[in-house]
């Protein structure tokens, strides 16, 4: 609301804007140091995801419009760099925060993070009244944010929640939700990013497997990296 009092309606879309997208480029920049990447290699990453549509299928974009889910993306990256560094506490808040922003984008992220928390035995984190803490720390952040929208959730009948589920996915995004309506050329877009995926995997698996000796040393790269980063 300041940005437009300040600056008028288009001054204040281009501030707003402006402001994710800085916001966004640190985050990549932060995680990529977690991941011990060169920061070219980062650029060079984040401009060809964008040049390939952002990989996306149905819309879906981690980089655009100053909206609420380009708020929330960057945090899960400052979380995951968090997640990576040890600093579990900091990386949860984060999490909460993002999914109080946008719940999805953060629901999504903290049941994936937590997922591996909980249940992978090659994630070092230390007992499980820190992995609790953890999930409370995200739960409080988050609240403000869930708390205005449960009583909508709980509130609905059978009938209505199925009608307005209806009118939202083939009503009102049917680019976002229904993949019947998503144009080939997406589908094809998608494709050569994923393979251009699975070749640098591919290559990268290769590479490593020539500078190790051992399945330890070719689990963490030498012992470079956690499991977090793997």
């Not at 993002?98 to 984190?125: E, Y």
């Not at 009583?151 to 996915?169: K, W």
Request: net charge positive; charged share 10%.
């Amino acid at each position: 609301g300041g940005l437009f009092w300040l600056a008028g309606p288009i001054g204040g879309a281009v501030l707003a804007r402006l402001a994710i997208w800085v916001f966004m480029a640190g985050s990549l920049l932060w995680l990529g140091r977690a991941l011990e990447f060169k920061p070219i290699a980062v650029v060079l990453g984040t401009a060809l995801f964008i040049a390939y549509g952002q990989s996306r299928l149905g819309g879906e974009a981690i980089v655009g419009e100053a909206i609420a889910r380009h708020l929330a993306y960057p945090l899960v990256l400052f979380s995951l760099a968090g997640w990576i560094r040890g600093r579990f506490l900091f990386a949860a808040a984060l999490l909460g925060c993002a999914t109080s922003i946008h719940a999805l984008v953060g629901a999504w992220a903290t049941a994936s993070i937590l997922g591996l928390m909980f249940f992978d035995k090659r994630v070092k984190v230390r007992g499980w009244g820190l992995r609790l803490v953890c999930a409370g720390v995200c739960l409080v952040c988050a609240l403000p944010g869930l708390l205005p929208i449960l009583p909508l959730v709980l509130a609905g009948s059978q009938t209505g929640t199925a009608d307005a589920d209806q009118i939202f996915i083939y009503f009102r995004n049917p680019h976002h939700l229904s993949p019947g309506s998503w144009p080939l050329f997406d589908y094809l877009q998608f494709a050569v990013m994923f393979a251009i995926f699975v070749v640098i995997t591919l290559w990268s698996t290769k590479w490593a497997a020539a500078k190790t000796n051992t399945a330890a040393d070719f689990y963490t790269a030498g012992g470079g990296i956690t499991g977090f980063q793997n």
